[in-house]
């Protein structure tokens, strides 16, 4: 038995207490190769679902099953409010935007001209209720093992969820972010350190994990943010988690679909490279500084609320998806890629983590002696 079982290889049945985070970049981080590979691997693979229809989300889960017969989830983002009333349809979004903020249509003409690309309108719905419900009542009757909510309030999926034997993890930036997914009825919380990459909050792990912990005893906590070696893992469990949510270094498997320019951006950039930004979505997300959010620092302008902000980037992204431009598309990535140096296979990314962290506590261990 491994020195890092925790309670958290009972409930789920794994060997190592390692999640691999479920990412989203247009479904391209978390393909069913890497979720299965991630599981067969000991650990726990999670496909980032946002933005894929129920039917995508269907067909990505059947896939995992013909590859691993382990658990693994599926990650979803939910919107501030599930009132449908409330969410227009991207055509309205874009005519609000251009009738009321002005400025922002013209960022987006202007960054399209710059680099020579010709305009794009996304397609898809825009954080539409109705669409992630659709997804919701995919993935729990197709039945996975667990059901990671970002960003929102996953109080509404949770009943659903538990009924299906489907357990319920929520992701928190503060203590009382983390004491409000308790309240919605989750039974993991993942606190997310600044550090992170994609979505995050503004306060480090050292301080955020022990906090959360103490606060919401006996929900247990897994830490999330800056964690890519058996070093960082040990820490986090010391500091009172049971688990570690790793995103960034799964970026640079070979399963993944990550696109290569954001790989090699991951593996020359420092960790001073990984910013916090509201330019792609409107929301603090940690991404690669490229010459779109240095565009938009220089603007002056503050982000649209979401999904307003996201609109009018998506709109850009599409245009530069479709000019092979992923140079200038959203590379959420964290602090800790600036000691990340290549790509793996999947299961060794996991292999390494697992020798590093029981030979941190063999060299702790001696230190007692």
């Not at 309205?92 to 013209?106: F, G, N, Q, S, V």
């Not at 912990?213 to 999330?224: D, F, M, N, Q, W």
């Not at 010391?238 to 799964?250: N, Q």
Request: proline letters at 5%.
């Amino acid at each position: 038995m491994s020195q890092l079982r925790t309670t958290l290889c009972d409930d789920f049945g794994i060997r190592y207490p390692i999640m691999q985070a479920g990412m989203g970049m247009r479904g391209l981080a978390t393909p069913p190769e890497l979720v299965a590979a991630v599981s067969n691997a000991g650990g726990m693979g999670f496909l980032g679902c946002s933005w894929l229809d129920a039917e995508e989300v269907r067909r990505r889960i059947r896939r995992v099953k013909e590859l691993t017969d382990k658990p693994f989830g599926v990650n979803l983002l939910l919107p501030a409010s599930m009132d449908n009333a409330s969410i227009p349809d991207r055509g309205e979004m874009r005519l609000r935007i251009r009738k009321d903020h002005p400025a922002h249509a013209r960022f987006l003409e202007d960054l399209l001209k710059t680099h020579g690309l010709e305009p794009v309108e996304a397609v898809g719905t825009a954080m539409s209720p109705d669409f992630i419900r659709a997804q919701v009542d995919a993935f729990v009757e197709e039945g996975v093992a667990a059901f990671a909510a970002g960003l929102g309030d996953p109080g509404w999926a949770v009943p659903k969820a538990h009924a299906a034997g489907i357990k319920v993890l929520g992701l928190a930036g503060t203590v009382r972010n983390a004491a409000r997914q308790v309240e919605a009825g989750v039974d993991y919380v993942i606190t997310q350190g600044y550090e992170a990459g994609g979505h995050t909050g503004t306060i480090a792990n050292f301080a955020l994990i022990p906090a959360v912990v103490e606060a919401i005893s006996p929900k247990p906590v897994i830490a999330a943010g800056a964690i890519a070696s058996g070093q960082a893992m040990v820490s986090a469990l010391a500091l009172g988690a049971v688990g570690v949510w790793i995103g960034t270094a799964f970026l640079l498997s070979e399963e993944t679909h990550t696109p290569a320019g954001h790989q090699e951006a991951i593996i020359g950039g420092a960790a001073e490279d990984f910013v916090i930004t509201r330019a792609y979505t409107g929301k603090t997300a940690r991404d690669y500084r490229n010459d779109v959010i240095k565009a938009w620092e220089a603007s002056g302008l503050k982000a649209l609320p979401m999904p307003l902000q996201g609109v009018l980037m998506d709109d850009f992204v599409a245009a530069a998806t479709k000019a092979n431009r992923d140079d200038l598309t959203n590379n959420a990535a964290g602090q800790i890629s600036g000691m990340l140096t290549r790509k793996r296979p999947a299961s060794e990314i996991v292999m390494r983590i697992v020798e590093e962290a029981e030979r941190s506590m063999d060299r702790l261990e001696a230190m007692r002696a």
